[in-house]
């Protein structure tokens, strides 16, 4: 219990030490006005308070991943404490808040052009498919996920059902001004969201968990041995840590904070939050069963097409917390993937409407861009959701990988302190580069462990070498 306090009182800390130093870094200007003001239209451009903004910010980012991620990493043994904590600080508050900033000093840009400014046409293009794609295949993820546990909670209620009415809401969520029904319905989500944060970590401290402790080491207790920490645990815990999906979420409320003094809370704040859930499902997770060896005993001995994060969720939160309290905390975990999954396919919109600079005041010119995109998150709903959850990991920290370089160019052009960007761009290349060839087949090439090592480290020292060398010939 004292290595989870410990990992909570420095993600608080964090927030305040490492966010204001963010914030001198960025050069806040308080008396800049912002695109919600600016380029004020009533449909993406409109004008939050403050609370609205962290609150949107908060259900956009923290979906399945810090919950579903947190429970998968945790099996990995005490490491994923360490990994959620420092990776939020210093990654994905870092990321989150950056990419926010950046966008909000160019008139509200999605995350591909943005990307693109800094790393040149190419890479813009590369990003707005791929970042297209992942919005895209994230609605499909976040659509399936919630089907399945709101069916589980109704049983007269099929997953079919729930399915329509999940996209139903999407489509919606897509189209319609933000502050007419995303900012709306989002403080009940929030309540759910919050009220199974509070719920669970006062679960903890009553039953006195028994959560491993910093003191046992940090080897790998995973029983999978052919499964790595380094990296697979990495990309297992990304939205708790960080995640290229955070990024394309940004833009959303960058054209809706009124002032840029409120990116701290509202951008680097958020991602804090998000860390401090996935913090604590991973020590339910780690405890619920008296060990981590209990709950990887646990998920063997469920069945094989079982979506095993769901049913620890779901076993814990009744458990724990009784049958309202339970029905009520797996409001809030549903809650998590919806509220991401809607504003995915919102920010698809809005990096096709960017690219194709297409005017969104008008219903009929949304439309345009989004039939495609709800066409097309059908066809990918028919995927299996193991298969659409894997894809989306690794594709959601590669993002993160461009997105940090594009921060650390951006900061180096204007002679701030980059390396609070380099460092984690250079981490996350190497965890990246040397997943995508170490992770079996399909979503990798499945090449032995030490090569992929060599691989990854090449990778990255080429992508650091570019950047040193393009430093010195542009003598910043």
């Known amino acids: 219990m004292i290595s989870f306090i410990a990992c909570l009182v420095f993600l608080v800390a964090g927030y305040f030490i490492y966010g204001s130093l963010m914030e001198r870094i960025f050069g806040v200007e308080r008396e800049r006005e912002t695109p919600a003001f600016a380029l004020r239209d009533g449909v993406d451009y409109v004008p939050l308070p403050w609370w609205r903004v962290f609150l949107i910010q908060f259900l956009n980012i923290a979906g399945l991943g810090p919950i579903f991620g947190a429970i998968m990493g945790v099996m990995f043994g005490p490491a994923a404490f360490l990994w959620i904590t420092l990776g939020t600080i210093f990654g994905g508050a870092v990321h989150d808040y950056m990419s926010g900033m950046m966008s ?11 990307i693109g400014k800094e790393l040149g046409k190419y890479i813009k293009l590369i990003m707005r498919l791929f970042a297209l794609a992942l919005m895209v295949l994230v609605g499909a993820v976040f659509i399936s996920g919630p ?21 139903a809401y999407y489509i919606l969520a897509t189209l319609l001004p933000v502050d007419k029904l995303i900012g709306r319905i989002y403080p009940l989500f929030g309540f759910a969201l919050l009220f199974m944060a509070v719920g669970i970590l006062t679960a903890l401290f009553f039953n006195n968990a028994p959560i491993p402790e910093f003191s046992t080491g940090f080897a790998n207790v995973h029983p999978n041995k052919g499964l790595h920490i380094f990296p697979i645990m990495f990309v ?12 394309t979420q940004s833009p959303i409320m960058a054209r809706c904070i009124k002032n840029e003094r409120l990116g701290q809370r509202c951008f680097y ?17 780690a405890s ?12 063997a001995d469920l069945p094989a097409t079982a979506n095993k994060a769901a ?22 975990v549903v809650a998590a993937p919806i509220t991401s999954g809607d504003t995915a396919l919102r920010s698809a919109r809005l990096i096709a409407a960017d690219f194709l600079h297409l005017d969104q005041k008008p219903i009929v010119k949304r439309l345009a861009i989004s039939i495609p995109i709800f066409i097309l998150t059908f066809i ?10 894997r894809y989306f990991a690794w594709c959601n920290q590669t993002l993160a990988v461009f997105t940090l370089w594009a921060i650390t160019v951006y900061l180096a052009r204007r002679r701030k302190f980059y390396y609070v960007a380099l460092v984690p761009a250079i981490f996350m290349t190497m965890v990246c580069s040397t997943y995508l060839f170490a992770a079996p087949r399909p979503e990798g090439i499945g090449l032995s462990y030490h090569i992929s090592l060599i691989i990854g480290a090449l ?12 430093i010195k010939t542009k003598k910043l």
């Open 104 to 114: 909000v000093r160019e008139n509200g840009a999605s995350l591909p052009e943005l």
């Open 147 to 167: 089907a399945g546990l709101l069916s589980g909670m109704t049983p007269s209620i099929s997953v079919i059902i729930w399915t329509i009415i999940i996209f």
């Open 236 to 247: 297992s815990i990304a939205c708790g840590a960080i995640s290229g999906f955070h990024a």
């Open 269 to 285: 704040g958020a991602m804090v939050a998000e860390g401090i859930v996935a913090l604590i499902w991973a020590a339910a997770a």
């Open 288 to 299: 619920f069963k008296g060990s981590i060896e209990g709950l990887q005993q646990y998920v």
């Open 311 to 332: 049913e620890v969720v779901n076993f814990i939160s009744k458990d724990w917390l009784g049958v309202v309290g339970g029905f009520l905390a797996l409001l809030g």
């Open 380 to 389: 990918i709903l028919q995927m299996n959701f193991d298969v659409l959850w």
């Open 459 to 470: 990778a990255t020292l080429i992508t650091s070498g570019y950047f040193f060398y393009w």
